[in-house]
């Protein structure tokens, strides 16, 4: 054998052990490596998991407090509506003239409720009822609020109505 054929032998055999060694020990290693990060990394999100549940709890009694501070129970919203109108009226002497069956409309993925009703009474309190409703007790966006001054030929009273139209997008 030549010095040569020595060297090339030589080089063979050292890439041979080269890629020998690569496959019993440093691939290993790289793949221990990968799955120690791996695990660290759902390691920082369990060490977060009792911080994120007390969040959520507060989130939970947040909620709840709503929830009870605007009188929403597990009623149909319907009936909850209703009540508040009824309430009001009470509380600022207006009267409900009708209170129609929601139309249900549904469209690109969202259910559209409406719901329609007339009180009678004065202005200001017909407007502190709309007040009331959308900003107050969230029930909606008012979409039509309607006047109409109707005398009774009867009495020869004239009184205020008010047509409602309240939305709710869920």
């Keep these: 054998m030549t010095i040569k054929q020595k060297n090339i032998a030589l080089l063979i055999s050292f890439f041979g052990v080269l890629i020998l060694g690569y496959f019993l020990s440093i691939s290993e ?10 695990l660290k990394q759902q390691e920082k999100l369990y060490a977060n998991i009792p911080k994120r549940l007390q969040v959520l709890a507060q989130k939970e009694r947040y909620y709840d407090s709503l929830l009870k501070h605007y009188q929403i129970t597990k009623t149909s919203l319907q009936n909850n509506l209703l009540k508040t109108i009824d309430r009001y009226a009470v509380d600022h002497s207006i009267k409900i003239v009708s209170f129609d069956e929601p139309h249900s409309v549904f469209e690109k993925g969202k259910q559209t409720n409406s719901y329609a009703f007339r009180v009678s009474g ?28 109707i005398k009774s030929f009867r009495t ?15």
């Design 29 to 38: 290693t790289l793949s221990l490596k990968k799955n120690y990060d791996s």
């Design 122 to 149: 004065d202005f200001k309190s017909i407007l502190g009822l709309a007040y009331q409703l959308e900003q107050r007790s969230k029930f909606g966006m008012v979409k039509s609020l309607e006047f109409e001054k």
């Design 156 to 170: 020869g009273n004239t009184t205020l109505e008010g047509q409602f139209i309240l939305q709710l997008v869920q």
